[in-house]
């Protein structure tokens, strides 16, 4: 299985915030096919590692706090994005008009990270590497199992994009998907991921990011996911020279999008 680089600016890991690891991770192992390595945190409870059938790395899972819970907020996933320095991407994104959630912290010596939320009001994550080795041993996004694409449904397209402009230094360009303008995101011409402003019908749905996964086939998924207790909020369907897509919930209520793109067959 290949390796990935990580890039500065680009998506490098994700992790569940969930009020039952034990089932999210029995459900996504039936999904995915993941497996598991849980390593204790300091104030109690494990950090459960997740990696494909192969091996290779994914992201984290973890029990949401209960001052979490009780504040009302939802089972959900975090994605966090590759800086070369997060105190001072904190700065930054601070004078850009972002609010910061997580002062910049260590995660053991693994690295650095930080919690913030755009200029619109999504939620997103700085790590700061503390590995010198350029490749990490996290999946191919053709990978079934890995998240291959992020996706900011926001109430400000244009002031989203600019915000991520200054702080990452991305890139775009727009097309029209089913007369809807859909906002590609580059790092370096390569396409991460999307920005599209949320629908009349999600007007007081917070922005948010949402996050694919690659599948080997998104109907056979969905068959799995009802199975095992899951919701399809959306159908799957094609995206015409893209590939075909669904938008599910976990029984924990979690968001996610299986996806399986025709340029990866």
């Not at 992201?59 to 966090?80: S, T």
């Not at 727009?174 to 991460?192: L, P, R, S």
């Not at 007007?203 to 080997?216: A, D, G, L, Q, R």
């Not at 095992?228 to 995206?239: A, F, K, R, S, T």
């Amino acid at each position: 299985m290949s390796q990935q680089k990580l890039t500065a600016g680009s998506f490098c890991w994700i992790d569940f915030a969930t009020p039952d690891p034990d089932k999210a991770k029995a459900f996504y192992q039936k999904i995915f096919k993941w497996k598991y390595h849980d390593t204790p945190m300091p104030n109690g409870g494990n950090y459960t590692i997740i990696s494909t059938a192969d091996g290779d790395g994914v992201g984290g899972l973890f029990q949401m706090p209960d001052e979490m819970i009780k504040a009302g907020v939802p089972p959900h996933i975090n994605n966090y994005l590759a800086v070369v320095n997060a105190d001072e991407f904190v700065e930054k994104a601070k004078e850009l008009g972002a609010a910061v959630k997580m002062e910049p912290c260590d995660v053991f010596d693994y690295g650095r990270m930080a919690i913030l939320t755009d200029p619109t009001g999504a939620a997103f994550s700085l790590w700061q590497s503390k590995s010198n080795d350029d490749e990490c041993t996290m999946a191919s996004r053709e990978t079934h199992g890995m998240y291959c694409w992020q996706e900011l449904m926001t109430a400000d397209v244009d002031q989203a994009a600019k915000f991520y402009q200054q702080l990452f230094g991305w890139n775009y360009t727009t097309m029209e998907v089913e007369n809807v303008d859909y906002t590609v995101i580059k790092v370096q011409d390569c396409e991460i991921g999307g920005m599209m402003m949320l629908p009349s019908d999600m007007k007081h749905t917070p922005s948010h990011w949402n996050t694919y996964f690659t599948v080997t086939n998104v109907d056979e998924t969905i068959k799995a996911i009802r199975n095992n207790g899951g919701y399809v909020i959306m159908e799957p369907q094609d995206i015409p020279e893209t590939g075909r897509f669904a938008m599910c919930r976990a029984p924990d209520h979690t968001i996610f999008c299986p996806f399986h793109p025709i340029s990866w067959e």
